[in-house]
């Protein structure tokens, strides 16, 4: 068994900032903005219904539902999984792919900085800022210009552009877009602007603006979106908590990191309100009922179904 509790996570944090420099300059320009990379569901950890990943000092680990994580691909400075699928971003730029065996893992796309993967695929940035789609193993596709966040919903996509601009494309029975409509467009629209963060799930979407506000719209049986359209779906995004740097949504609840480091969480397994449930965390991921999160002391800890939390291991 490997201890978690000393997993040089500050080595894994320097790697990501060396990698991500370039769209960390392009944040600077927005007033006041928190870093839209601090969230953590996106870079040291990763979470998708019941197959989740993190960052172990340098090494990309892996597991599905209770397993034990388990060592995948090294020289890692991002995760992200889809539902049958793990992907690495390392830090040379390059972005992988496996279902099976890391052994078998496919090369994707070069020279990427940050990306977002689920259900229908991945959206990548380039040291440019331009962002990409790709599905499975095909040749990506240029999607935008000067773009600084990506998410990727079951049917929904977003991307934030630089001026803070938020679009969506894809799914909109559920209220995803954010702007009242309900039916899908197969180009991407404007639905917010401010916005320096995205995260989508199942059906409902997260978005932070850069005064801190956490927004959400969609589906909202069980309280991913807190109060807002409670009991069945939400059709224009709402404010549902501030002072916040960085945020996750699972299939049924959420999770933010408030400035003073306090993890919070609402929806199913937890109160509809959002509530303080950590102290001292960096990172967080929320999948199918598991929350994930990293303390600053490079901890990580594991709340199943708001019960918890519990210490994770790594075998070897």
């Known amino acids: 068994m490997n201890d978690l509790e000393n997993i040089g996570l500050p080595v894994a944090v320097e790697r990501q900032r060396f990698l991500l420099a370039p769209l960390l ?7 006041a903005a928190p870093a839209a990379f601090a969230d953590s569901s996106g870079e040291q950890l990763a979470s998708y219904y019941d197959r989740h990943m993190a960052i172990i000092g340098g090494t990309a680990y892996g597991w599905s539902g209770n397993d034990r994580p388990t060592a995948m691909i090294a020289d890692a400075v991002q995760v992200g999984v889809g539902k049958d699928t793990y992907y690495a971003l390392r830090m040379d730029g390059r ?4 279902s099976g065996s890391p052994a078998n893992a496919a090369l994707l796309m070069r020279d990427v900085v940050s990306f977002a993967a689920g259900s229908s695929g991945w959206l990548a940035i380039n040291r440019g800022g331009t962002l990409w789609q790709g599905e499975g193993r095909e040749p990506p596709r240029k999607i935008a210009e000067k773009v600084i966040a990506a998410a990727v919903g079951d049917g ?3 991307y934030i552009t630089q001026g803070g601009d938020l679009y969506v494309r894809g ?3 559920r209220g995803q877009y954010g702007d009242g409509r309900s039916t899908g467009s197969s180009d991407f629209v404007k639905t917010a602007s401010a916005a320096v963060a995205v995260k989508a799930h199942t059906g409902h979407a997260l978005y932070l603006d850069k005064s801190g506000e956490v927004f959400g719209t ?3 049986i069980h309280g991913p979106l807190s109060a807002h359209g409670l009991g069945d779906k939400a059709q224009t995004w709402g404010a549902i908590l501030g002072g916040v740097k960085g945020i996750a949504t699972g299939a049924s609840h959420s999770a933010a990191i408030r400035e003073d480091g306090s993890l919070w969480a609402w929806g199913r397994g937890f109160a509809i309100e959002p509530t303080r449930i950590a102290e001292n965390i960096v990172a967080v991921a ?3 009922g598991i929350t994930i999160a990293y303390a600053a002391d490079g901890k990580l800890w594991v709340w199943d179904g708001g019960r918890g939390p519990r210490r994770l291991s790594a075998g070897n």
């Open 171 to 173: 799914a909109a029975n």
């Open 286 to 288: 929320a999948g199918n």
């Open 25 to 31: 300059a392009v944040l600077t320009g927005l007033v």
């Open 95 to 98: 972005l992988l792919s496996w």
């Open 218 to 220: 969609g589906g909202n």
């Open 156 to 158: 929904t996509d977003y």
